[in-house]
Structures are given as C-alpha cells and as structure tokens.
C-alpha cells in the first residue's frame, strides 16, 4: 500500500484490503490444500441485514475450504467498478482460522475506507465488475490473500482465511481531480502551479524564503459541499518540500485517491492539513503551505527526506466527502 509514512495512520482493513501494506509482503504461493478443509464451507457463509448497516454474518464452526467464494448479496444499480477505480466502502473483516472465526474490523458506524491502487487477487476478483451499491460477500482463502507466509505485522499466518462483507457506497477514477472554476495559479510569496486534467500537478518555487505561518491558498473554487470537522474526504494530492523543490509523496502516482477523516482523534493527516481544508469545498484545489510545527515537527520525517525545519507544500484536491457515521 503507497501511503506515504505518516500522512495518514493506515488502519487494519486498509492494509489487509491493499497488497504490500507494511510487515511481511504478500506471497503469491498457492497455500498448500488441508486435509482438514471442509470443500463446502466457504459457500456456507453467510451474511443479513440491510445496505450500509452493519451485516450479521455466519460463519460455519469447521474449517475453511481452498476455494475463493464470491456472493452478491445485495445488487447496486450505479456504475461498474473498473481496475482504475477507487471505492469508498464500508465493510465488516473476520480472520478465519481453524474451526474458529473472530471479527477484526467494523467501520460501520464510522467512517468508510477508501479501497484502491494494488488490491489481494481475491478482493480484486471479488470487486471489479460489481455495481455501485452493491453488497458483496468474499470468503478468500491464503492463496489468494496473503500466501503461504501470510502477515505477521497483522496477525495473518499462512492459513489465515479472510471474509470480508463489503458495502460499495461510491467509486472514483484513479484520474479524478477538481472540478471547480480556476480562481489562481498561486504565485507572489507562494509556488505557481501548473495542472493538466487528471494529471498531478506541477510547482514552481520562487526565490523568496517560505511562509512562516500556514497558508491556504485556494486555486480551483468546487461547488460541492464544505468540508467540516469530523467528515470522510476523498482526496488527490502531491506534496513538496520547499527547500529540494521535490516530490516527495503523492495520491496520483500510487493509482488511487486518498481518504481520511479530517479533525480526527487520534490525528489521521497532519495538522496543517487539519486546519487548512476546513471550510473548503467539494471539487476546489487548494495549495497549502505548511511550516514544520504543522508538518512533522521538529523530528521531520528521513525517509521522506523531511528535515525538521522543512516548510512542505501540498496541492489538494478534494473529491468528495462523506458526512457518515
């Protein structure tokens, strides 16, 4: 999973849902077949209860079988995910293991997650294709999860089945951007920024020294809602560090849009971030300009190359949000 070190705090479903997210990496040796399994356990799961509330789900005391199990449990009548989409979901994930079951995450209730970029082959097959407002069912054996060696970082061992319940409540394009009017390209005391549609933006810095103080600089005013404390926002972004004049981090480049709870306790973004995208709106870009306290404090971030007095610059554009939970 490509979020870029402490930008966001990558929750479990997130990073059992994306291949490579931290701890071992994903196998993709076939796990070898039990003598234990149970062919017919797999179908026997079963989830109820309505679109978006949290399911009841049943899964049978024996041990799971080697076949990846898809279900459309309820059928969506929006758009048809693509491998270029993004989704926002919520879902429920149960670890498998043994004759025994236990649920691991539950967003139902809170915020949803955006699914994308480089899924587990079994979410992927159990995805692509499906409608938008759909409920889909996945039992997904080692195989097609986490192989042979599994993940320890999450609890995941080589025989580890996962069942997610999965509500698709929106897509988007690994090309989605704003959509507002242009109301600047930046400049004087700030970066100039260049945007082609659907591409990354492009900043050139001035000779002058960076702002002390957090700048919000909007360039592209949306119309859709504003963004307040507490909301799911859907975002595309490209981060800088002023003194390289550099990329260091950005949503365009891992093939998927980024989503995080704005105001979040703990903190899901930093705290420039925090500050800077209240009161903005669905659809705008926006430029921030974030000194260090702001940024990674005094500590900076070294594999990024963020020292601690490192002033970062952000083009954000805000796809979406979702007042949920």
Not at 10 to 29: E, F, N, Q, R
Not at 98 to 125: D, F, H
Not at 276 to 288: D, E, F, K, N, Y
């Amino acid at each position: 999973m490509r979020r870029f070190l402490a930008l966001i705090a990558i929750p479990l479903l997130a990073c059992v849902v994306l291949a490579g997210c931290g701890g071992s990496s994903k196998s993709t040796a076939s796990s070898s077949a039990s003598a234990a399994s149970s062919p017919g356990a797999n179908t026997a799961v079963t989830a109820t209860g309505a679109f978006d509330k949290a399911p009841k789900v049943t899964i049978p005391k024996a041990n799971a079988g080697n076949s990846l199990t898809v279900k459309t449990l309820i059928q969506g009548t929006g758009t048809t995910l693509t491998k270029k989409d993004a989704l926002a979901a919520n879902f429920v994930l149960y670890f498998w293991q043994g004759t025994s079951s236990s649920l691991k995450a539950n967003t139902y209730g809170g915020s949803p997650t955006v699914i994308g970029g480089t899924m587990l082959p079994g979410l992927e097959s159990a995805l692509i294709g499906k409608k938008v407002g759909s409920r889909i069912l996945a039992v997904i054996p080692p195989a097609q999860g986490y192989g042979t060696s599994g993940n320890a970082q999450l609890g995941i061992t080589g025989s580890t089945t996962l069942v997610f319940v999965i509500d698709v409540l929106k897509a988007y394009s690994d090309t989605a951007g704003a959509m507002g009017a242009q109301v600047s390209s930046g400049g004087g005391n700030l970066p100039t920024v260049a945007a082609k549609l659907g591409t990354a933006p492009t900043l050139t810095f001035p000779s002058s020294s960076p702002p002390s103080a957090l700048v919000t600089k909007t360039l592209v005013k949306g119309g859709g809602a504003k963004v307040a404390k507490g909301d799911y926002v859907i975002a595309q972004y490209v981060g800088y560090i002023w003194r390289t004049k550099k990329v260091f981090g950005s949503s365009w480049s891992s093939g998927s849009p980024f989503g995080f709870v704005i105001g979040a306790s703990p903190e899901q973004v930093i705290p420039g971030w925090d500050k800077g995208l209240v009161g903005q709106t669905a659809g705008s870009r926006v430029m921030l300009s974030i000194p260090p306290a702001q940024g990674y404090g005094s500590s900076g971030a070294s594999q990024a190359g963020i020292k601690g007095n490192d002033t970062l610059v952000f083009v954000v554009d805000i796809i979406d949000t979702l007042h949920h939970g």
